[in-house]
């Protein structure tokens, strides 16, 4: 599917993006000490006294020393927002009385003006010096702007991998803003062109663990394993070998779920997945402790250092969201986690972080649509935590991938009429629906009704809640909806879902999902290597990877309501 690229502002980016990074340590290689002294103004935020001071200086100045002391003067006046002034010292410079890291502000300063004058192409010839060689307090700020030119230009992809280079120097919400520039450029290629591109990138290049994580979302296979920089290695050096499949469990694990409190209806089936596929094996298990967390953010941080003391080398859990952001901020972590849930930021290093998020499951269906060619969507979301979030996520996607999301409604449990604004909403080729099976079969009907019948109607995985009765479930006939691979196909280790609901409370209905869930968890405690070393691994929930963060991506089986009966689709790439 090739579509027209739409094109970023190349100037409203880079503002967007300089305007959050770190602020620039500028006292490497001074040329004086009263210049060090000058520059060290702008690390404290006074940029404008750190000009005064070097156009001083350099009126004291003559030849290079002058130039170095102007060119460092312009830098500062483009700091402090003087781009005028900025300008009229840059003027003054021959650029060959230069050299070193003022040569390099000199350049980076009048990269930056050419792209406020839109002349990006003046920019690259300005930023032409590999930025490895690029003073490493300017470097990011150089990467960022030949991304900008590179985009101005059309070359998009060359943008893309600038933009990689410099996401790891990148802190807030400048970090934010580059991660979404750069999967907007990856959502402009076409599936084949992606998966070539991915493939051509040399190893270690960062835009290939970008790149892996967005072909994951379309459910197509990787090229390679993710890169994964040392810091990121996961300690299983107390483990015995692996065996041929890769089987490498730990030697002793804890398991750090809410036993007890507001979370306990939620820990149990994961906590009998777990053991299911604990006892399923027949090989070298681990001595497993259950921890309770009591589903608190202290609860969890006193399991965890209770784990660390009774000697265990691995820990799974916690669960609840409080809880992960709790043990994950600590500032060191002596036994590797995989934590049971997304926390507000990636897991630290040699740690994983394992969920069934609302956001994954707005992100494929966004790919699922896209890749279909449908570009006018509809999205109608539960008012509850899971539908927002569901939706949030399909929008963002959506419109990164090309799409337009035409209107958004929200609706309680029990689903008035909507008529009105599905019409107003006007033709629409996509319909998201990420709300449980009794919202969606008060739903069904309307969208027909009101001439949204025939798009294709995507679920999220709410939609099975609620569901069971045939003759009710009817009204839910052809909307598609990511399902666990468990429902769809035969897992090794595990009866089928069928089998396993008539024998545990805790792997029917709802309950099922997370029951796969925990099942899962102790695949990826006992594959660690694998998946880190190698690529995909088989689970309960989908098929399992693990990406260059520590995140565990999940590609999911797909599902159809057919005769108000879900049934596996074969393929839905």
Same mark, same amino acid.
């Given at each position: 599917?090739n ?57 004291? @100045?003559? &030849? =290079? *020393?002058?130039?170095? !002391?102007? $060119?460092? +003067? #312009? ?6 927002? /003087?781009?005028a ?7 003054q ?62 070359? @998009?992809? &060359? =943008? *893309?991998?600038?933009? !990689?280079? $410099?996401? +790891? #120097? ?6 934010? /803003? ?75 694990? =804890?398991?750090?779920?809410p036993?007890?409190?507001r979370? #306990? ?6 906590? /009998? ?62 036994v ?12 630290? =290093? ?20 896209r ?9 109608v ?72 019948g ?52 805790t ?35 989908g ?31």
């Amino acid at each position: 599917m090739n579509k027209p690229v739409a094109r970023i502002s190349a100037l409203s980016l880079s503002l967007l993006l300089l305007a959050g990074c770190a602020t620039t340590s500028l006292t490497s290689a001074p040329e004086s000490p009263a210049q060090a002294q000058a520059l060290a103004l702008i690390d404290q935020g006074k940029s404008r006294d750190a000009a005064v001071q070097l156009e001083a200086l350099a009126n004291t @100045l003559k &030849g =290079a *020393a002058r130039a170095a !002391a102007l $060119a460092d +003067a #312009a830098f500062a006046w483009h700091e402090a927002g /003087d781009t005028a002034r900025a300008r009229t010292l840059l003027a003054q410079i021959t650029p060959r009385q230069l050299n070193g890291a003022s040569l390099q502000r000199y350049h980076l300063t009048s990269a930056e003006l050419a792209l406020a004058d839109k002349q990006p192409a003046q920019a690259l010839a300005l930023l032409k010096e590999s930025a490895d060689n690029v003073a490493p307090q300017l470097r990011t700020r150089w990467q960022l702007a030949r991304a900008n030119a590179l985009q101005a230009t059309g070359d @998009l992809f &060359g =943008a *893309a991998q600038e933009r !990689a280079r $410099a996401h +790891a #120097a990148l802190t807030g919400q400048a970090r934010i /803003d580059n991660q979404q520039a750069i999967a907007s450029v990856l959502g402009t290629l076409d599936d084949a062109t992606l998966r070539a591109r991915a493939a051509a990138l040399p190893a270690n290049e960062p835009l290939y663990n970008f790149a892996g994580r967005a072909l994951i979302a379309r459910g197509l296979p990787l090229p390679r394993p993710f890169d994964r920089e040392q810091a990121l290695q996961f300690d299983t050096s107390k483990r015995p070998p692996a065996m041929s499949d890769g089987y490498r469990p730990p030697v002793k694990m =804890a398991v750090l779920l809410p036993l007890s409190g507001r979370l #306990a209806t939620a820990a149990q089936p994961v906590r /009998d997945g777990l053991l299911s596929g604990y006892y399923g094996e027949n090989r070298r298990r681990p001595d497993i402790q259950f921890i309770d967390t009591a589903g608190t953010a202290a609860g969890a941080v006193a399991a965890y250092d209770k784990a660390v003391n009774a000697g265990v080398d691995f820990v799974v859990g916690p669960l609840g969201r409080d809880e992960v952001d709790a043990v994950f901020g600590r500032a060191q972590l002596p036994v590797p986690v995989l934590a049971l849930n997304r926390g507000k930021s990636s897991p630290p =290093a040699g740690s994983a972080g394992f969920s069934l998020a609302p956001e994954d499951d707005g992100i494929i269906a966004a790919e699922y649509l896209r890749g279909r060619e449908r570009s006018k969507v509809l999205v109608v979301h539960s008012n509850d935590d899971n539908g927002r979030r569901a939706a949030a996520a399909f929008r963002e996607r959506f419109a990164q991938r090309g799409g337009q999301v035409v209107a958004s409604i929200g609706v309680g449990e029990t689903v008035g009429n909507i008529d009105a604004q599905i019409r107003n909403a006007g033709a629409v080729d996509g319909v998201l629906l990420a709300v449980k099976a009794p919202q969606a079969r008060a739903l069904a009907p309307q969208l027909a009704l009101a001439g949204a019948g025939g798009a294709t109607r995507v679920g999220t995985s709410q939609l099975t809640v609620g569901a069971g009765k045939a003759e009710e479930d009817m009204a839910l006939d052809g909307i598609v909806y990511p399902n666990e691979a468990w429902n769809v196909r035969g897992v090794p280790g595990l009866p089928s879902a069928s089998t396993a609901g008539q024998i545990l409370p805790t792997a029917r209905g709802a309950a099922g999902r997370l029951f796969a869930f925990g099942f899962d968890a102790w695949k990826i405690s006992a594959y660690l290597d694998k998946m880190a070393n190698e690529g995909g691994l088989p689970g309960a929930t989908g098929t399992l990877f693990l990406d260059s963060n520590g995140n565990v991506l999940r590609v999911p089986a797909w599902s159809t309501f057919s005769g108000g009966r879900p049934m596996p689709i074969a393929s839905a790439n």
